[in-house]
């Protein structure tokens, strides 16, 4: 089985959609990222009626930084309909801001093809790259 369908897997087995009160919808969307390190991650939106509420992949990253990791290798999303999709550009933005190698991460397209892009295309020239650049420094002298 490929790394893609080993997280597929992993996300739907978290994904199910449900109420949790007249406010609040969670479950509909799932994602799952395999760290650096190889340890996968998931999580479920949190959909509320406050816009409060939490994307499946920063809800994914959220349990990453719980348990000590920050850099992602790959993500997946699993759409209500069982399909694949990208994630939204509140999601892109805040992967983009962990580390300085995050234009690497990969995210996956289509799973039936593999299709795979990474962050850096669907974000391109990011805004925040010299940040990076000047914390390095900063550490350096």
Known sequence: MSIWNELYQAAGSVQNARSISPFIDAGGVAAAILTKNGNIYVGVCIDTASTLGMCAERNAIANMITHGESKIDKVVAVMPDGSVGSPCGACREFMMQLDKDSGEIE??????????????ELIPDWWGKDRFAESSNKTMQ
């Open 107 to 120: 995210i996956l397209l289509d799973l039936e093809t593999q299709k795979a892009v990474q962050l850096k």
